[in-house]
């Protein structure tokens, strides 16, 4: 993908519809991503407990979940951003979405090239932010209150956006 220069992250694309969630898969493993799929709400937070993303792809029309429940849930658990993909456009919605955590919404039909480029924008973003959490880290100090440093990288809770896993 000629306009994405490269996704070095943990994507988890939570979609229900096997094309769409294939498309967007291979799309993002093109592009250098580690995209773990989910078809349920489900399936997503098993997941995302799992690998940690540092960025969710979220669609709406989940068979077991509204979007707008899982979206708050997956925020309760992960800094990381969270792209909403919808064939729905209620500006109501949007806003209940936006209130809950989500930091973008993309309607369907989508361009994959214009999902990939705003996966880039909000990873690049969520990365310059974290980095003073990363210097904190150094001396011992957390600036992250969600993050307590005893628990970094040992299972537990991992700031999502602390930058590319190893290996
Ligand atoms: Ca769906």
Request: glycine residues 6%; positive net charge.
């Amino acid at each position: 993908m000629s306009t994405v220069s490269s996704l070095q992250a943990t994507i988890l694309v939570i979609e229900d519809e096997p094309a769409i969630r294939a498309a967007v898969a291979d799309a993002l493993r093109e592009a250098g991503a580690d995209a773990r799929i989910a078809a349920t709400a489900a399936d997503a937070i098993r997941e995302s407990f799992e690998s940690q993303p540092h960025l969710y792809i979220l669609d709406l029309g989940l068979p077991d979940k509204s979007g707008v429940d899982l979206c708050r849930e997956l925020r309760a658990a992960s800094d990381a951003p969270i792209i909403i993909l919808s064939a729905r456009a209620s500006e109501a919605e949007k806003v209940a979405l936006l209130r809950v955590g989500a930091d973008d919404y993309v309607t369907k039909p989508f361009s994959v090239a214009e999902l990939l480029a705003r996966c880039e924008a909000h990873l690049r973003r969520a990365r310059a932010t974290a980095r003073p959490v990363d210097d904190a880290r150094n001396r011992r100090v957390s600036l992250n209150a969600r993050t307590p440093p005893a628990r970094r990288g040992a299972g537990g809770v991992r700031h999502p956006t602390a930058g590319p896993r190893p290996g």
